[in-house]
């Protein structure tokens, strides 16, 4: 019996993919942008798919700070006068869903070889937290992600600016 539960709830999961996929495909501008979203280490399709949809196709948020904020990887510091200082944490309000799936793409990311993982190793050796730095980790994702979208191009791990030369 519930193998058959089992095989029922893969069949939908597996419908609503193609649905979710299909609607994406059906545009040109999302499609493209989905691609090159998911070019990025450790982004995948659901990741593509949740950003896609809390932004509206980036319309509705349009800044990778704002996305930060609200994905709840932005620490917030907090002072009481001139001498109550608290350590910076994150906002309650965050949308946790989303901060969780930026979790498992950071994860996913510092475990490939990539210039995110080059980054992760290098703060444990300075003795950063790792939470801390799988945080930062997210941001950057978020930030790279609203880059691609933005350009228009695919995620190149060796990106030479044109302005710079």
Known sequence: MNKKEVKLLEDHIAFL??????LIESDEDLS???KNIQSIPGVGKV?????????EGF???DNPRKMACYAGVVPFGYQSGTSL????????????SLKSILHMAAMRAVRLENDLKE??????????NKMAILNAVRNKIIHRIFALAKNGKSYEK???NSLNM
């Open 17 to 22: 993919e193609a649905e979710i996929e299909k």
């Open 32 to 34: 493209c942008k989905k």
């Open 47 to 55: 990741v593509s798919w949740i950003i896609i949809a809390k932004t």
């Open 59 to 61: 319309t509705k948020i």
């Open 85 to 96: 200082k608290y350590k910076p944490k994150v906002s309650y309000y965050a949308d946790k």
């Open 119 to 128: 980054y992760y190793e290098r703060k444990i050796k300075e003795g950063k």
């Open 158 to 160: 060796n990106y030479i």
